[in-house]
């Protein structure tokens, strides 16, 4: 975990509102995944990036959710219109150019009431 | 289908015993298998990670194998301890590496 930073780490929202989610991978990651984690369910991949590019975005739902990772800043993955389903621990996970190892941040909890 | 199945879903062992957790997949093509402990509220950490030529790897206490003939993989944890406890989840990614499927985990317990 040391070096993905993730926050907040906790986050409430009303249903209807929106949920930003920020990761800043490990210093030299050009390459960012977002998982999400029902509660006692396994991690489901969302959505796979590199610096300004969607690379693979087949495992996010099509509508509300859209996730960036501009030239300079953290990685964004935003939740419009947020409903009660949308409560989960969403995790963020870095990898470098070539390496296969995903070092994985500490996780946002997101609660809808 | 790309599926990747863990066994067994829960396990209770004492403390100082070793145990064996296993993994089973069926994804095509195959590029690497890690397997992560994930504490309870917190992010999984990884403990190996395994390609095709690889049939073993050790991290600690921590041994991991692959049998990519059978599609198979096991993590053997020797001489258990308490802070062991937490959920092992295995990961297979496929397709030249950046398609990942997660098993859903086994959820160890030692106990004192």
């Known amino acids: 975990n040391a070096g993905v930073m993730q926050n907040p780490r906790h986050l409430v929202r009303r249903r209807g509102q929106e949920a930003r989610l920020r990761c800043s991978p490990m210093k030299g990651h050009s390459h960012v995944y977002w998982y999400r984690q029902l509660p006692e369910e396994g991690l489901k991949f969302m959505v796979y990036?590199?610096?300004?590019?969607?690379?693979?975005e087949s495992g996010m739902p099509k509508e509300r959710f859209s996730a960036e990772f501009p030239k300079e800043g953290p990685s964004i993955l935003r939740i419009q219109q947020v409903v009660r389903g949308d409560s989960a621990a969403y995790f963020c996970?870095?990898?470098?150019?070539?390496?296969?190892?995903?070092?994985f941040g500490p996780g946002t909890r997101l609660t809808v009431t | 289908k790309n599926q990747v199945e863990q066994s067994p879903q829960s396990l209770i062992i004492l403390e100082g015993k070793n145990c064996t957790l296993q993994?089973?997949?069926?994804?095509?093509?195959?590029?690497?298998l890690r397997w992560y402990k994930q504490d309870t509220g917190r992010g999984p950490v990884s403990l190996t990670i395994?390609?095709?030529?690889?049939n073993t790897k050790s991290n600690g206490r921590y041994t991991a194998t692959l049998d990519a003939d059978t599609k198979q993989s096991s993590l053997h944890i020797t001489a258990s301890q308490l802070s062991d406890s937490a959920s092992y989840i295995c990961?297979?990614?496929?397709?030249?590496?950046?398609?990942?499927?997660f098993g859903a985990g086994t959820r160890l317990f030692v106990k004192a």
């Open positions: 395994m390609t095709f030529s690889e």
């Open positions: 990036l590199q610096k300004e590019n969607i690379i693979d």
């Open positions: 990961v297979v990614s496929y397709t030249g590496g950046f398609k990942t499927i």
């Open positions: 993994c089973n997949y069926t994804v095509s093509p195959f590029s690497n």
């Open positions: 996970a870095s990898q470098g150019q070539g390496s296969y190892e995903q070092y």
